[in-house]
């Protein structure tokens, strides 16, 4: 039995929906955005409502392949055919899109989308690492904020900077929260709906009504936890899930192939999981809120960077914390940046951590949901019985 506020927050989504047509019909901005580099604290700064425009779903990759080729991240067509096609309210309702470098697929759709709507591109440097990076970040930081201010007609103070960073951590406080909630075992929460709690953020209209509901949802697990009622058995392997983001519609399959299979998903590393929550930006009062917030978000281990140790030294603590029986490795067919690193997290995680590994490449139709599932059977089975010899 699930815990009852997960209908609450499911039907968020809808309501956000008609949330964010009312605020755009009384005047408000609207900032749409598609990746964990894009910082929310500016658009809010600037007195705008960012949301969150990935698809997740197949339903428009079909309208998508028509102009992208067919062996492109579904990802990427998927958000593509949603801007495309007018079903998705939220890229209807966008003012502004921000854009960012983070893989080729990426940089050329948005050539395309640009002629859609107007769009800001911020350009990541290729390395986190050094002060060069951190420079040119921080310069990418303060064109976004100056591309706003001339569309919005407003100015972006950093007393307003400093609000909204304060606002978003207490955000990433929340949801980090309700996270490490499956670190206890057994597991509190099924993976799908730490999944959907942590993905549908991305679309609140308002910021504090969902930081209420989340805390709420934590009080109600708390609650149950105290009863004694879990998501999974204490025996039910416990799974680290790093890869590709995930999201309901087709992204999600690999989620449910593994709780059908009887594994416990007890963390996601991704981007719609930890990995945009690990580290807060800083709110010294002193420091520039440009600067604090080029080093939070150049910190995000994305395999688009090289080196990417961070992403390994994420995977181990989630690992080490979370208790994790295995490490499951999601990666969507044509984004070559997570399926080359594939091979070095797998190295990883077998060696260094002395955990099983498997990999999945996938995207987000049903032709391959057997072969999937599987897979996943079968390797569930491999760590019962390891754990049972152990």
């Known amino acids: 039995m699930r815990p009852k506020l997960m209908e609450e927050i499911e039907a968020l989504r809808g309501l956000n929906s008609v949330k964010i047509k009312e605020a755009h019909e009384n005047g408000e901005k609207v900032v749409g955005?598609?990746?964990?580099?894009?910082?929310?604290?500016?658009?809010?700064?600037a007195g705008a409502i960012p949301v969150t425009l990935c698809g997740t779903t197949q339903e428009p990759i079909e309208a998508a392949e028509r102009e992208l080729p067919r062996n492109l991240c579904p990802l990427i067509k998927s958000s593509y055919g949603f801007a495309i096609t007018d079903k998705c309210?939220?890229?209807?309702?966008?003012?502004?899109?921000?854009?960012?470098?983070?893989?080729?697929?990426?940089?050329?759709?948005?050539?395309?989308?640009?002629?859609?709507?107007?769009?800001h591109i911020m350009n990541l440097p290729q390395t986190a690492e050094g002060e060069e990076?951190?420079?040119?970040?921080?310069?990418?930081?303060?064109?976004?904020?100056?591309?706003?201010?001339?569309?919005?007609?407003?100015?972006?103070?950093?007393?307003?900077?400093?609000?909204?960073?304060?606002?978003?951590?207490?955000?990433r406080i929340a949801m980090r929260r309700l996270h490490?909630?499956?670190?206890?075992?057994?597991?509190?929460?099924?993976?799908?709906?730490?999944?959907?709690?942590?993905?549908?953020?991305?679309?609140?209209?308002?910021?504090?009504?969902?930081?209420?509901t989340i805390e709420s949802l934590i009080e109600e697990v708390e609650e149950r936890m105290g009863k004694g009622i879990f998501a999974y058995k204490e025996d039910a392997p416990r799974i680290v899930?790093?890869?590709?983001?995930?999201?309901?519609?087709?992204?999600?399959?690999?989620?449910?192939?593994?709780?059908?299979?009887?594994?416990?998903?007890?963390?996601?590393e991704n981007c719609t999981g930890y990995k945009g929550l690990d580290v807060l930006v800083e709110e010294d009062e002193s420091a520039d809120p440009l600067h604090s917030l080029a080093k939070k978000y150049l910190?995000?281990?994305?395999?688009?960077?090289?080196?990417?140790?961070?992403?390994?030294?994420?995977?181990?603590?989630?690992?080490?914390e979370y208790s994790a029986d295995a490490v499951v490795d999601l990666t969507w067919q044509a984004c070559h940046t997570y399926a080359?690193?594939?091979?070095?997290?797998?190295?990883?995680v077998e060696e260094e951590l002395a955990l099983p590994f498997i990999q999945i490449e996938t995207d987000y139709s049903d032709s391959d949901t057997g072969q999937i599932k599987t897979r996943v059977e079968a390797f569930v089975e491999t760590i019962q019985m390891n754990k049972v010899l152990a």
Not at 33 to 45: G, H, K, L, N, T
Not at 103 to 114: P, S
Not at 242 to 266: F, H, M, N, Q, Y
């Open 33 to 45: 955005m598609y990746c964990v580099f894009s910082p929310s604290e500016i658009a809010i700064a």
């Open 89 to 119: 309210p939220y890229f209807y309702f966008s003012d502004v899109l921000l854009a960012e470098t983070t893989c080729d697929g990426k940089k050329k759709m948005y050539e395309l989308m640009g002629e859609i709507k107007p769009m």
């Open 133 to 171: 990076s951190l420079t040119f970040w921080e310069n990418e930081m303060k064109k976004f904020k100056e591309f706003l201010e001339d569309e919005f007609k407003v100015e972006v103070t950093d007393e307003k900077l400093r609000d909204a960073i304060k606002l978003m951590n207490r955000e």
């Open 180 to 212: 490490k909630l499956n670190a206890h075992k057994p597991a509190p929460i099924s993976g799908m709906d730490m999944m959907v709690a942590q993905w549908l953020k991305g679309f609140n209209v308002d910021r504090e009504e969902g930081i209420k």
């Open 241 to 268: 899930l790093t890869g590709c983001p995930t999201g309901v519609g087709g992204a999600d399959k690999l989620v449910r192939a593994l709780e059908e299979a009887g594994a416990s998903i007890v963390a996601f």
């Open 299 to 320: 910190s995000t281990p994305c395999s688009c960077m090289t080196p990417n140790n961070s992403r390994l030294d994420l995977i181990k603590r989630l690992a080490d």
């Open 340 to 348: 080359i690193e594939s091979f070095t997290v797998k190295k990883f």
